[in-house]
């Protein structure tokens, strides 16, 4: 007799993915996670749409970096979506703040303890504290993050802005050059920024304020 073999059970096709993984995450749900990417397993390898959920996963504001890798299985395809965790604020302090209440800066910079580490809004806080300062004529002033891992916990962090506000920059004398039809004395009226006078400590007159000059 002729014995015909059995044919082999047909294997998934290498360009088909297999499995979706998630890795990194340690605070952040998986599911989470999963909600925003649309590969599937079943579905042919696509870059763009790999590249869509890389994008969707750190828009979600919870990650430094989103990384993303292809294996190689027996049954097709393995995604890895790589994830890391920005650090968690546990508190938040203002040193150096002299000059201004420390409440008013830390009302300008923005970031409260018990939320996620974000770079972008740290730049504008302290570009915004900056800016209290240039009002009160510290045009030199400088904010400086200082960021200190807590000890025994996992990616949490002690934020610290030193502040160095440097000396009030004050006006001794304005110049007015190349006017006929109107004195000195008449345009430099209808101007905010002005000379500093002997009451200059009591009314903030003659402090450089660069907002004002533009």
């Known amino acids: 007799p002729v014995r015909v073999a059995e044919p082999a059970a047909p294997r998934a096709p290498h360009d088909r993915i297999a499995a979706v993984r998630i890795e990194g995450n340690a605070r952040v749900d998986e599911e989470a996670i999963r909600i925003h990417i649309r590969t599937r397993p079943g579905q042919a390898v696509d870059r763009n749409t790999i590249d869509s959920d890389v994008r969707a996963i750190y828009a979600m504001g919870f990650f430094e ?127 905010t920024t002005s000379e500093e006078n002997i009451l200059s400590r009591f009314t903030g007159a003659g402090v450089l304020n660069a907002e004002a000059l533009k």
């Not at 292809?70 to 002299?98: C, F, N």
């Open 65 to 191: 970096t989103v990384d993303v890798e292809r294996l190689d299985d027996a049954d097709g395809i393995v995604v890895v979506y790589r994830v890391r965790e920005r650090p968690q604020i546990t508190s938040v302090t203002v040193e150096g703040a002299k000059k201004l209440r420390t409440e008013d800066v830390e009302a300008a910079l923005k970031v409260r303890p018990h939320t996620i580490l974000d770079a972008e809004k740290m730049r504008r806080g302290i570009a915004d504290a900056k800016k209290l300062y240039e009002e009160k004529g510290y045009l030199d002033a400088t904010i400086t993050p200082k960021m200190t891992p807590v000890a025994g916990a996992a990616n949490e962090i002690d934020l610290t802005y030193v502040i160095d506000e440097g000396k009030i920059v004050r006006i001794q004398e304005i110049e007015i050059e190349g006017n006929t039809a109107f004195s000195d004395r008449k345009l430099k009226r209808v101007m």
